[in-house]
């Protein structure tokens, strides 16, 4: 009972942040990252890294099972050259903001991790460009 009370306060508290009309989102900050819980093709929410940088959503290929290949990418990291695809997933969703018909990368992630947490993606502009979004303190997202 007492950890459905500390939930349920926790969520008017991150809830109560966000401006009226926005939703407020869970953002955890790991070492550098900001991460937020993305579903994609409406499965299970998945950790992703919040990246503004990012001109591509990207998905790691073992979320992106089933979906089409469209083009062969290659993209210049910080560890190389990193092969992959091009695909277009029916829906991106953080919170209640849901983005259909979306393309999105999928390139091996190699097990990225953040203390310990995999990732499983990257949120990037072509999603985020879509929507209002604020940061609050580090700890939720406005979105909308």
Known sequence: MKLFA?????????????????????????????????????????DFVLDT???????????????????DVSVLGTKGHVAGYMTRVDSITVGKATLSHQQAAVMPLNGFSVNGKKI???????????????????????IK
């Open 53 to 71: 940088g990012a001109q591509v959503t990207t998905l790691d290929p073992e979320i992106a099972h089933g979906t089409p290949e469209i083009a």
């Open 6 to 46: 500390f939930c349920f306060l926790f969520a008017a508290i991150a809830a109560a942040e966000c401006p009226a009309g926005m939703t407020a989102v869970p953002l955890r900050t790991i070492d550098r990252f900001l991460t937020i819980p993305v579903s994609i093709n409406g499965e299970s929410p998945h």
């Open 120 to 142: 499983s993606g990257i949120l990037g502009k072509d999603f985020l460009s879509n929507f209002d979004i604020l940061i609050q303190h580090g700890k939720t997202v406005c």
